[in-house]
């Protein structure tokens, strides 16, 4: 059974920082991705990272802010979060795919999700 658990999220103060966790178990994964979604709005991307090659992608609303990094032993893939903004609020999701998507940022593409944790910015 493929399962995707997240942690971490919590409320913060703008400017403060957080780090979200998500622990795989039941296969491996050639992608993992962060995706977000305020209230009444789109899931959105916020981050990627493939196995093979190491590489990440951003968002450019959280370029140089967020960032993410994994631990392949644990099959497990964090997310750096600082100078967080009250438009960070939403709710994060873990994704995964097997193979490498076509388009790295597109929620279709990815087949696993988790079941989200909640990230509140205060102002």
């Known amino acids: 059974q493929v399962q995707l658990v997240e942690s971490g999220g919590g409320l913060v103060q703008a400017g403060g920082s957080l780090r979200l966790s998500c622990a795989a178990s039941g296969r491996t994964f050639s992608t993992m991705a962060w995706f977000r979604q305020a209230p009444g709005k789109e899931r959105d991307f916020v981050a990627a990272?493939?196995?093979?090659?190491?590489?990440?992608y951003y968002a450019d609303s959280v370029k140089g802010r967020f960032t993410i990094s994994g631990d392949n032993a644990k099959n497990t893939v964090y997310l750096e979060m600082n100078n967080l903004k009250p438009e960070d609020t939403a709710v994060y999701y873990c994704?995964?795919?097997?193979?490498?998507?076509?388009?790295?940022?597109?929620?279709?593409?990815?087949?696993?999700w988790g079941q989200g944790t909640q990230v509140t910015v205060s102002s």
């Open positions: 990272l493939t196995w093979s090659d190491g590489n990440t």
């Open positions: 994704a995964a795919r097997g193979s490498r998507p076509y388009v790295i940022s597109l929620k279709g593409q990815y087949a696993y």
